[in-house]
């Protein structure tokens, strides 16, 4: 081999090496964004951390300090594709960025193939708990002859409901039991969720620590008008209550918000409680607990239909200061035909909303929405 052959050989020779490490160096500095493709290291047979184990440590790893809070779903095994898109759009819109568990309750065991796919879209804690039966199901003292009467009639004037034990169930269970489940009782906040419901907006801020920081103590998002004939003895019971027991009468509360004439009459305005953020300390304290058990002992739960929703308002408007309840403007929400949808431009483009903020379904200013006697009382102070 000439002296020539043998520089060209080495000259050759480097190159390569040069290359190679070249290459190699790429390579590694690429290799997350080749994982996000395929889920391979190009370098290695094996697998780089999958997206969604980085994903994972965004929150895990992080010094954020998370509020003592969960969120709460009451649902059936037959509620299992609801179920799964109502926490499909709430980890797409918030719970990616901060990891809070979730409680699942029911009153019939969950299914294996529930608890699975479930489970399975869920990165924080899920529990699933068994709601016990005592706390779903009509006591024994109610008169079932009248009750049933009570329910004949509420079907024959297509109220809706009006003829299902299972939801009368499931408003008395909502009113004076949930917050009580073994489950629940290591948390403070709750944040309840429904099935079928939908998110429309990033939450780029935590609503749990906005309640704790600001001292608020119920959160809600719509409020409108309860049907009257599920209601018509509740107002009375509440008064009696109220006269028995005016210590429990908050001062600057919110009567003006649900009634029209100082308590005379309920207009019969609340807080649509299938989306409700709220401490519940406040319902396991005294004045609610002893506001409760009054109403239960009427047997209205049965005898009429009340609902979970004017119940928790009532309470939150008289028992709480006004300051303490709080609207969520930048949470869009839709559940059945009734939604809310953020209507300043600054909040609704940083949410990235999807809603129409003209309203395409029941909104804010709809004849049947209690929001602008919301702003009217609040604007009052």
């Not at 016990?132 to 199901?137: D, F, I, N, T, V």
């Not at 908050?250 to 009634?259: K, P, R, T």
Request: aromatic letters at 16%; glycine letters at 6%.
């Amino acid at each position: 081999m000439t002296w020539t052959r043998q520089l060209r050989y080495v000259f050759m020779a480097s190159l390569l090496m040069v290359a190679y490490h070249y290459l190699s160096s790429y390579h590694a500095s690429t290799g997350l964004h080749w994982n996000k493709i395929s889920g391979k290291s190009p370098t290695s047979n094996s697998p780089l951390p999958s997206l969604q184990q980085c994903q994972s440590s965004d929150y895990s790893n992080t010094s954020y300090e998370l509020a003592n809070a969960t969120f709460v779903m009451l649902i059936r095994n037959s509620d299992l594709d609801g179920t799964i898109s109502s926490i499909r759009a709430l980890e797409d819109r918030f719970n990616s960025k901060f990891g809070y568990p979730y409680v699942l309750l029911n009153n019939e065991p969950f299914t294996d193939e529930f608890k699975r796919r479930v489970s399975v879209m869920i990165r924080s804690e899920v529990q699933f708990g068994l709601i016990p039966k005592e706390h779903w199901s009509q006591p024994d003292w109610i008169d079932e002859e009248n009750a049933a009467k009570a329910r004949k009639q509420m079907v024959a004037t297509n109220v809706k409901y009006g003829g299902s034990v299972s939801y009368r169930n499931m408003c008395r269970f909502n009113s004076g039991f949930f917050y009580r489940h073994e489950l629940l009782q290591k948390y403070k906040w709750y944040w309840r969720v429904e099935p079928n419901v939908k998110f429309y907006c990033d939450i780029n801020d935590d609503p749990f620590r906005y309640m704790e920081e600001n001292h608020k103590v119920y959160g809600f998002t719509i409020t409108v008008y309860e049907i009257s004939a599920t209601i018509r003895s509740l107002w009375s019971a509440v008064t009696d209550f109220v006269e028995n027991h005016p210590e429990y009468i908050a001062a600057d509360n919110a009567m003006g918000f649900i009634s029209d004439n100082n308590g005379k009459t309920y207009n019969r305005c609340h807080f649509w409680s299938n989306f409700e953020i709220a401490d519940m300390d406040f319902w396991r304290g005294e004045a609610y607990t002893a506001f409760f058990e009054y109403l239960d002992s009427k047997g209205g739960f049965y005898y009429e239909r009340w609902g979970d929703a004017p119940v928790h308002s009532i309470a939150a408007a008289l028992f709480l200061r006004r300051d303490q309840v709080h609207f969520f403007e930048e949470i869009g929400y839709q559940h059945d035909d009734w939604g809310h949808c953020p209507l300043p431009d600054d909040i609704w483009e940083k949410g990235k909303c999807s809603c129409s903020q003209k309203g395409s379904f029941g909104s804010d200013y709809d004849p049947s929405s209690c929001k602008p006697r919301w702003d009217k009382f609040m604007n009052s102070q």
